[in-house]
């Protein structure tokens, strides 16, 4: 048998030898900073490659809408629907911009000794054109409205020579002068966001004692800017009404100068 000292020293062994087996269990066990270190690589190569097919995603989305096609047709409130290009901010089709020369000069030019019609009935039955106060003078109501479309430094001076040039017969009803253009080139471009428009015309004075007319030549060239097209207005009456429709083309002329016999 064995004695109790060689008893007791055996299960001292053996105690050690189990809590040597626990501790390295326990060692292998517990995460190491090599593991944890790992672990961190791991999770942010994972997230790059989620970033990554995202941003594939986003190309594959912008490519898309780069090759498809801008509007051609939009629909207006009233249900008229208008073909549209898509052009920059200081940018107007040639078309648009001789136009609006052609439009703008013939409303300053026409003197009818009416007032412009907004009626049914006041286009039936006109009614008789007081004119505008300018300075000493006076021009046509159409002259008046027209003239917002020209920049705010160059209105006041021309429609004092418009003044001027205004028979004082056409607030009397008895004389007439018409604009007549006989040939308006396409817009020059000079610079970004500004034209230059050649026009051939003809002034065309009526009176009651001549009815063939006095024709006067009126070549001009006339100089357009692009500006910021104002919002539509809350009330779509009066001056505000008016000064909306002559500068919705979001255009106005700066100046106008005599146009030489050579330049034709």
Known sequence: MKSPQTVNSENR?????????????????RPSKND???????????????????????????STLARKKPPSLVQLETGKAITVAPLGSTERSPKVVQ?????????????????????????????QDPGVNVGRSKVSTSTWQASFALSE????????????????????????????????????????GKWKVKMVANLVVFD?????GNVIPFNKEVFVQAV????????????????????????EIYAIRDLEKENL
């Open 36 to 62: 944890a270190l790992a672990l961190f690589a791991v999770g942010t190569f994972g997230l790059l490659i989620v970033n990554l097919f995202g941003l594939f995603l986003l190309y594959g989305n912008f």
């Open 228 to 251: 910021e097209a104002p919002d539509p207005p809350a009330e779509t009456t009066g001056i505000t009404a008016v000064i909306y429709a002559v500068r919705s083309s979001g255009l």
């Open 99 to 127: 136009k609006f020369a052609i439009d703008t000069m013939t409303l300053m030019m026409n003197w009818s000794g009416t007032l412009p019609a907004t009626t049914v009935e006041e286009a039936a039955n006109p009614k």
């Open 153 to 192: 430094d160059f209105r006041k001076e021309f429609l004092n020579k418009l003044a001027i040039l205004t028979p004082t017969g056409v607030f009397q009803g008895n004389v007439q002068v018409t604009l007549v253009p006989l040939n308006v080139q396409p817009p020059q471009q000079i610079a970004p």
């Open 13 to 29: 062994l053996e105690e050690s030898a189990e809590s040597k087996r626990l501790r390295f269990l326990e060692r292998q066990n």
């Open 208 to 212: 009651r004692t001549d009815n063939l």
